[in-house]
C-alpha cells in the first residue's frame, strides 16, 4: 500500500543539494568554546543532511513504526553514514568526543522510496542470524552429549593426551590464573578438555 508520508518525504529532499565535499571544511572544533568539529557544523546547517535521530523520528511519524525499529533498519541499509564529533562522552563511556551520524538527501529519498523494500531485507537479515543462532545451538548440545558420552573431561593437566580437544589453556602467574593461548610466556601451561579413548572418537567428533 503506497505511503503518501513518504512519498512526501522523498519528494522534498529530491530537490535539495548537499554539499558532497564535507571534508574540504576542513578539521579542527568550532571557535566559541563549542564542543563540536567544523565539519559537523557544516553537515548540521546543510539543508540536504540530516542526523540520524532526525531521520528516525521523520520516519516515524510518516510509517508509525517502533523507534528502535527504524533504527535499525537505517542503520542496516546505511552502514557507512557520514558522521563528524561533536559533544563529549561521559568518562564511564571512555571519554573524548561523541560521533553524530548524517544522512544526506539522497539516501533519505532512497530510504522513502524503498522503505518496505529495505524493511522485508532487514526482516530477513534477522529472521537469518536467528535460524543461525539456532543452528549453533544445537551443534554446540549435540557436541555436548557427544563429549560426555565419549570422553573423559581433564582439568589443568600438563601433558596433553594423544586424542585431546582442547577446551582452555592457562598459566599460573603471580596474580593467579590467566588464559594463555597466543602468549609466549616462560612458564607451564596447564590444559582444559576432552579426552577420546580412540582416534576414530575424536575424529567423529571433530565432524559434529
Known sequence: MENLKLNKIANKYLEIEYNKDNYSVGGGLVRGGRFASNRHEDAKYDDG?????????????ATELDTEY????????????EW????????????GMKKTYFLNSSEIVDLA???ELY???YDEHIKELKEERE?????EQVRSLFLKENAVKHTR???????????????NG??????????????????????????EQYKEFLKL
Open 157 to 171: 593437566i600438563v601433558s596433553k593426551p594423544a586424542f585431546f580437544y582442547e577446551t582452555y589453556v592457562e598459566m
Open 135 to 139: 543452528r549453533l545451538n544445537n551443534i
Open 84 to 95: 563528524h564529533h561533536a559533544g563529549r562522552l561521559p568518562s564511564q563511556y571512555g571519554g
Open 119 to 121: 524493511c522485508e531485507k
Open 49 to 61: 543532511k540530516l542526523t540520524h535521530g532526525k531521520v528516525v523520528q521523520l520516519f516515524k511519524k
Open 174 to 199: 603471580k596474580y593467579g590464573w590467566f588464559c594463555s593461548n597466543g602468549k609466549s610466556y616462560n612458564m607451564t601451561e596447564y590444559y582444559s578438555g576432552w579426552e577420546f579413548s580412540s582416534e
Open 113 to 115: 522510496t524503498n522503505f
Open 70 to 81: 527504524i533504527k535499525s533498519v537505517i542503520d542496516f541499509t546505511f552502514p557507512d553514514m
